[in-house]
C-alpha cells in the first residue's frame, strides 16, 4: 500500500473517528432509553398475559370443581355447592347452571330469571364455549365473560384481566379486546381504535401512533389480544438524560482519537514517509549525462543522475532529497533503487557497447553497509554487465572516515569498479589529503570550470592529479572556450551543456548513436 493511498485512508479513518464517537454515544443513549422503555413495557405485557391465562386456567378449574356436583339441579345443596365455587376462586364473580342455553339458577340470586343465552361468541381449542360482553344476574351494566362447560358457565369481571400495578417509572396502559369481534372487553384508559385496526390490516406487534408505543400480544386460545400501551415522553427524557451521561465520553475519545491520527497524519505526510513511498514505488528516475572524450569529442559513458517528479511537474534534484535520504536511513533502498534502474535502462545496452560506462553517485553512508559491494556484485551478474562498466562516484566527505571507507573502496576497485572522487576541491581538506586518496578520476567541480580565467587553483589541481596519475573528469563545461582550455591543459573527460543536458534512457542512447557509438 502506497504512502498516499495510506494517508487517503487515516483521513477518511480521521473524519469517521471524529464523527462517529459522538454519533456512536447518541446512538447508544438512544438505544439504551429505548431498550429500557421496550423492556419495561414488554414486561407488563407479560404480566397481562400470564394474569389472563391464569384466570382462564382458574375458570376451566372452577368448572371442572362444579361439574363434579351430581345432586339435583337448583336445589340449595347445589346452590350451595356454586356459591363455594364462586367464593374458592376469587376470580369468579358468578356460577350459573343452564339447561340447554336458558340460566336456571346461580350463585348470586338462586333461581335465575335471565333470558336464555345467544350463541357463543367463541370456542375455543379446548371446546369450552365463550361468551364475550354479557352482564351478570343482578342486572349490574357492567360486561362480563362467561366461560361454560357442561352445564355450568363462571362469570369473571374482565376488568380483572388488566388489574395490575405496573413497576416502571412511567405509567403503562393495557386494553383486552375480543377478536372475534374487535370489541374492548376492558381498558384500564380510553383506546384509540384506529391502533387495533393498524394491527390487524399489518398484522404488527409493534405500532407507534400519536407519541405512543403499542405492543400487540394475540391470543387465539382465548379469542382475545392484550395491547399495552405508554407515552413515548418518558422514553424522550431518558434520552436527554442519558445523552449527557455518553455525549461527553463520545466527545473525549473523539478528540483522542483525532489527536492519535493528526499526529499519524503528520507523520505520513512528512517528507520521509514521502521519500519512502517513492523510493518503494519506483517513482524516482534516472537521466544520464553523457561523458565526453576531450582528444576526439566521443562519449565514453555518462553520469547516472537520479531526479524525483513530482505531481504538479516538477523535478526534485539530488541536492534536496539526497540529504533527507541520509538522515532517515533511506540512503540504502534509494542507492539500490538507482543501481536497479540504471541497469534496467540500460543493461542491454552496456551489454552491447562494453567500451560505455555509466558511474553513479553514491553516498558515505553507503560505505558503511555490510552488504554494499555484494548488492553491485549481483546486480551486475544478474545483468550480464561487467564491473568495469559501472563506476561509482564518491564526495570526498565519504573518504573522512578511511577506517571505514578504505576496505570497502578496495573490495570495490578488486571488484573492477572505477572510483571516482566527486565535487574535488569543494572542501576543506581536498588538497592536503589527495595524496591519500585511493581513487582512479578526479571529478573537477563546475565552480573551478566557471572560473578558469580568474581562478589558480583549477591548473594546481589538473597537476597535482597528472603527479598521482589520476585520470580527470571537467564538470559543468558550457562553451568551447572552456573545452578547449581543459583540453589543452591536459584533462581527459569533460560533461556538461556544451555537450548535453541529462537525457532519458532512450534519448541518451539516441544521443550516442547520433555521436558515433554504433
Known amino acids: 500500500m502506497t504512502i498516499a493511498r495510506l494517508i487517503k485512508i487515516v483521513t477518511a479513518v480521521l473524519l469517521l473517528s471524529v464523527l462517529l464517537p459522538v454519533a456512536f454515544s447518541l446512538w447508544l443513549a438512544r438505544h439504551q432509553a429505548e431498550a429500557h422503555f421496550m423492556v419495561e413495557l414488554n414486561a407488563y405485557t407479560e404480566r397481562t398475559l400470564t394474569r389472563t391465562d391464569n384466570i382462564m386456567q382458574q375458570a376451566k378449574a372452577a368448572l371442572t370443581q362444579i361439574d363434579r356436583f351430581h345432586g339435583e339441579p337448583c336445589s340449595e345443596a347445589h346452590l350451595q355447592a356454586m356459591r363455594r365455587t364462586s367464593f374458592v376462586f376469587r376470580h369468579v364473580q358468578e356460577v350459573v347452571y343452564l339447561q340447554g342455553m336458558t340460566p336456571l339458577c346461580s350463585s348470586l340470586v338462586g333461581r335465575s330469571t335471565s333470558q336464555p343465552l345467544p350463541p357463543p361468541t367463541w370456542i375455543n381449542e379446548s371446546n369450552y364455549p365463550i361468551w364475550f360482553s354479557t352482564q351478570n344476574d343482578i342486572g349490574l351494566p357492567t360486561p362480563m365473560i362467561m366461560v361454560g362447560h357442561a352445564s355450568h358457565v363462571v362469570l369473571i369481571d374482565p376488568s380483572s384481566f388488566i388489574d395490575l400495578i405496573p413497576f416502571s417509572a412511567w405509567p403503562i396502559n393495557t386494553t383486552i379486546l375480543g377478536l372475534q369481534r374487535n370489541r374492548i372487553l376492558a381498558s384500564s384508559a380510553p383506546f384509540d381504535m384506529t391502533v387495533w385496526r393498524k394491527a390487524r390490516e399489518s398484522g404488527a406487534d409493534k405500532i407507534e401512533y400519536r407519541g405512543n408505543i403499542y405492543l400487540i400480544r394475540r391470543m387465539p386460545r382465548s379469542g382475545a389480544a392484550v395491547v399495552a400501551w405508554a407515552s413515548q415522553a418518558p422514553q424522550t427524557a431518558e434520552i436527554r438524560k442519558l445523552q449527557l451521561i455518553w455525549l461527553p465520553a463520545g466527545i473525549l475519545i473523539s478528540l483522542a482519537a483525532a489527536f492519535c491520527l493528526l499526529r499519524l497524519l503528520r507523520r505520513l505526510q512528512s517528507p520521509r514517509y514521502r521519500l519512502q513511498d517513492g523510493i518503494k514505488n519506483n517513482e524516482l528516475v534516472v537521466h544520464y549525462q553523457p561523458i565526453i572524450r576531450l582528444a576526439d569529442g566521443k562519449p565514453t559513458g555518462a553520469e547516472a543522475l537520479i531526479r524525483w517528479p513530482q505531481p504538479d511537474g516538477s523535478m526534485l534534484t539530488p541536492d534536496i532529497f539526497i540529504p533527507l535520504a541520509e538522515q532517515t536511513g533511506l540512503i540504502g533502498p534509494l542507492t539500490r533503487q538507482l543501481v536497479h534502474n540504471v541497469l534496467h535502462d540500460l543493461g542491454d545496452w552496456l551489454r552491447t557497447h562494453p567500451q560505455q560506462h555509466i558511474s ?55 571488484a573492477g569498479h572505477a572510483i571516482y572522487i566527486d565535487d574535488f576541491g569543494t572542501g576543506y581538506s581536498s588538497l592536503s589529503y589527495l595524496e591519500d586518496l585511493n581513487v582512479d578520476i578526479l571529478k573537477i567541480d563546475k565552480s573551478f570550470v566557471d572560473a578558469l580565467e580568474y581562478k589558480t587553483v583549477t591548473p594546481h589541481i589538473i597537476e597535482m592529479a597528472k ?22 591543459h591536459g584533462v581527459q573527460y569533460a560533461q556538461g551543456w556544451l555537450y548535453s543536458k541529462a537525457l532519458p534512457a532512450e534519448a541518451f542512447i539516441a544521443w550516442c548513436k547520433d555521436h558515433g557509438v554504433r
Request: aromatic fraction near 6%.
Open 360 to 414: 553513479i553517485n553514491i553516498s558515505a553512508f553507503d560505505l558503511h553497509e555490510p552488504q554494499f559491494v555484494d548488492m553491485f556484485s549481483e546486480a551486475l551478474a544478474e545483468n550480464g554487465v561487467a564491473p568495469s562498466q559501472l563506476a561509482l562516484e564518491i564526495t570526498e566527505r565519504g573518504f573522512a572516515d578511511p577506517s571505514l571507507s578504505g576496505p570497502v573502496i578496495e573490495r570495490l576497485r578488486a
Open 467 to 488: 603527479t598521482l596519475k589520476l585520470e580527470m573528469v571537467a564538470e559543468g563545461v558550457e562553451n568551447e572556450s572552456q573545452a578547449r582550455w581543459l583540453r589543452e
